[in-house]
């Protein structure tokens, strides 16, 4: 077995300390906090949106403070290869949506629906262009 130089090692090191840093940054970097229940937290896998075979946002349904919460970001990629949208989210149960809100901004979160005790899913998308929904979740 060949041995590494000092130089080798050295920069096998530095190789291995920047793959971390790397994979941090090689999705959206975007940390979500509920505004109306920080101690909320994800429930079910999150939901891909996408247009034009590029992923558009991100769904997710979280549960806290007695409620369940939808919420949907716009990745970067697309805000930046589109002009003004409107990106919405609701949680759903059966067909009725429970809370719906909209924002021109880069994120929406419902505002809460009294829908722990029945099955529900987040729906979240961009107006008029596409739009996802998480798993259910009972």
């Not at 997710?60 to 805000?79: D, H, L, P």
């Not at 419902?110 to 722990?116: D, F, H, I, P, R």
Request: net charge positive.
């Amino acid at each position: 077995m060949k041995s590494l130089s000092r130089r080798g090692v050295r920069l096998f090191a530095a190789a291995a300390l920047a793959v971390p840093t790397a994979l941090a940054f090689a999705g959206p970097a975007h940390a979500e906090v509920n505004p109306r229940c920080a101690g909320s937290v994800q429930i079910g896998a999150t939901a891909y949106v996408t247009v034009g075979g590029m992923t558009a946002a991100s769904v997710k349904q979280y549960k806290g403070c007695g409620k369940n919460y939808a919420y949907t970001y716009v990745w970067q990629q697309y805000r930046s290869t589109h002009g003004a949208y409107q990106v919405c989210t609701s949680i759903v149960t059966g067909t009725t949506l429970r809370d719906l809100q909209c924002s021109s901004g880069p994120d929406v979160w419902s505002l809460g629906a009294n829908t722990l005790s029945v099955c529900t899913r987040a729906l979240g998308g961009i107006s008029d262009v596409a739009q996802k929904e998480t798993e259910v979740r009972c």
